[in-house]
């Protein structure tokens, strides 16, 4: 049914938080100040997408639209850490493109085998047992956990094909690759018979074989959201070579040239550098016009090759033609590049200024202060401390936002040791 192909889902993701750092002391029978041994929260679970090669659409998606990985748990005595959260997998097909959904910019593709992490769960907090210091042997406070990353995205399947047919309804794009692969696609005399896109492999030879796609048929103004066609042209977005198939049999009562020209429209009001892809040019239905009548097929040769598209005559339901047009279709991918792979251009916003009174300043012991909030998280979360740039980056934020003048103003002195979550630093007026 048409209903069960899904190629575009919005989901919530949220990544589990940390576990709090433990506050605990060592007591044991005959060992006389123990000292602190608060153990680690664990971290929070990751969420993880990966490709499952037995999905082809997006159907999960439909119905339930947010995941949610496990919360570390928080440690314990005896320096015991705590467990980490359970991270969650979500299965896509191969060729998803995981977006940003306020940008649309790309985050990753799921096009080869390698699992990509849409949110990264919350590192754990740090126990009690790391803050003892000569001067400070009691330390009765720890760190919290950090929240997990949460992403609102887009999954947007783009069908990995090697070769595109394109045309109008019926012209017989569902049966040429019925004809030439082991696909079962529907196939009738009548319009939009193909509700969804449909793949098979075609065998050119020993060793040679590539996947073919067969989308909706294009209507005038599919690139402006008329029929069908523009929800799928999508799909063809990667292949290496278009097959245009056009009906010249005339049972449609258009004329050939013309269908051409309204489909190579269609193609470029949805992307000119689809349109301008290499493309072959297939006469169908050769096999309906009477005897001896060859102006239609002349004329519509004569036009395609004027423009570059080498031509094909073929009757796909007499499968006449189809061997000759499934070799040049191997030899044209022989030379062509790979299935192309889109490349992310996500950019992380600028972590936005503080509100009043989001930031929590705490004085944890005489030397010892803590700075905690969601805007320190985004902050940490967009700073390398290894890189000098980057530690400058992160002293420049918190001074141009006013960290450092409620910190002073709260009596911070030169040589106090101020956290930020897992960044210890001391404080220089």
Same mark, same amino acid.
């Given at each position: 049914?048409a209903?069960?192909?899904?190629?575009?889902?919005?989901?919530?993701?949220? &990544?589990?938080r940390?576990?709090?750092g433990?506050v605990a002391?060592?007591?044991?029978?005959?060992?006389?100040?123990?000292g602190?041994d608060?153990?680690?929260?664990?971290?929070g679970?990751?969420v993880?997408?990966?490709?499952d090669d037995?999905?082809?659409t997006l159907m999960d998606?439909?119905?339930?639209?947010k995941?949610?990985?496990g919360?570390?748990?928080?440690?314990?005595?005896k320096?015991?850490?705590?467990?980490?959260?359970?991270s969650?997998?979500?299965?896509v097909?191969?060729?998803t493109?995981i977006?940003?959904?306020?940008s649309?910019?790309i985050?990753?593709?799921?096009?080869?085998?390698?699992?990509?992490?849409?949110?990264?769960?919350g590192r754990g907090g740090?126990?009690n047992?790391h803050f003892a210091?000569?001067?400070?042997?009691?330390?009765?406070f720890a760190?919290?956990?950090l929240?997990g990353?949460?992403?609102?995205?887009?999954?947007?399947?783009?069908?990995?094909?090697?070769?595109?047919?394109?045309?109008?309804?019926?012209v017989?794009k569902?049966?040429?690759l019925?004809?030439?692969?082991k696909a079962?696609?529907k196939?009738?005399?009548?319009?939009f018979?193909t509700?969804?896109?449909n793949?098979?492999?075609?065998?050119?030879?020993?060793?040679v074989s590539?996947?073919m796609?067969?989308?909706?048929?294009?209507?005038?103004g599919a690139?402006?959201?008329? =029929?069908?066609g523009h929800d799928?042209?999508r799909?063809?977005?990667?292949?290496?070579?278009l097959?245009?198939?056009?009906?010249v049999?005339?049972?449609?009562?258009?004329?050939?040239?013309?269908?051409?020209?309204?489909?190579?429209?269609?193609?470029? =009001?949805?992307?000119?550098?689809?349109a301008?892809?290499?493309?072959?040019v297939?006469?169908?239905?050769c096999?309906l016009l009477?005897p001896?009548?060859r &102006?239609?097929?002349d004329?519509?040769?004569?036009?395609v090759?004027?423009q570059?598209c080498?031509?094909?005559e073929l009757? +796909?339901?007499?499968?006449?033609?189809? +061997?000759?047009?499934?070799?040049a279709?191997?030899?044209?991918?022989?030379?062509?590049?790979?299935v192309?792979?889109y490349?992310?251009?996500?950019v992380?916003?600028?972590?936005?200024?503080?509100?009043?009174?989001?930031?929590?300043?705490?004085?944890? &012991?005489?030397?010892?202060?803590?700075?905690?909030?969601?805007? &320190?998280?985004r902050?940490?979360?967009?700073?390398?401390?290894?890189?000098?740039?980057?530690?400058?980056?992160?002293?420049?934020?918190?001074?141009?936002?006013g960290?450092?003048?409620?910190?002073e103003?709260?009596?911070?002195k030169d040589?106090?040791?101020?956290?930020?979550?897992?960044?210890e630093?001391?404080?220089?007026?």
């Open positions: 049914m209903t069960s192909f899904v190629d575009k889902a919005a989901i919530s993701v949220a &990544a589990g940390g576990g709090d433990a002391f060592h007591r044991e029978k005959y060992i006389a100040a123990g602190p608060g153990g680690d929260g664990g971290r679970g990751d993880i997408a990966v490709v037995h999905m082809s998606f439909r119905y339930k639209r995941y949610v990985a919360n570390g748990m928080p440690g314990q005595g320096r015991c850490s705590g467990r980490d959260g359970e969650l997998t979500i299965r097909p191969r060729g493109l977006r940003d959904r306020d649309g910019a985050l990753h593709d799921m096009s080869d085998d390698e699992p990509f992490v849409i949110a990264r769960g740090w126990g047992q210091t000569p001067t400070r042997q009691v330390p009765r760190k919290p956990g929240d990353e949460r992403r609102e995205v887009v999954l947007e399947l783009k069908l990995l094909a090697d070769v595109g047919l394109v045309g109008f309804p019926n017989g569902s049966t040429l019925s004809v030439v692969s079962h696609p196939i009738a005399n009548y319009h018979t509700l969804f896109p793949l098979g492999v075609v065998y050119a030879g020993e060793g590539f996947v796609a067969d989308i909706p048929g294009i209507t005038e690139s402006e959201g008329a =029929g069908l799928f042209l799909h063809i977005d990667r292949c290496r070579l097959v245009h198939l056009v009906d049999s005339g049972s449609e009562g258009r004329d050939p040239v013309e269908d051409f020209e309204t489909i190579m429209t269609e193609l470029r =009001g949805y992307s000119s550098e689809l301008g892809r290499k493309m072959l297939a006469a169908n239905k096999d009477p001896g009548e &102006a239609p097929i004329r519509l040769k004569a036009h090759e004027a570059g080498p031509f094909f009757s +796909a339901a007499a499968h006449q033609g189809t +061997a000759q047009l499934v070799r279709i191997a030899g044209e991918l022989s030379v062509l590049p790979p192309l792979r490349e992310a251009d996500y992380a916003p600028e972590p936005e200024p503080p509100e009043a009174g989001e930031l929590q300043i705490r004085r944890c &012991a005489e030397d010892y202060w803590s700075v905690e909030g969601a805007w &320190a998280q902050l940490l979360a967009r700073v390398n401390l290894s890189d000098y740039e980057s530690r400058m980056y992160f002293d420049r934020m918190l001074r141009e936002n960290v450092f003048d409620r910190l103003a709260l009596g911070v040589g106090d040791t101020i956290s930020i979550y897992d960044v630093f001391e404080y220089q007026s």
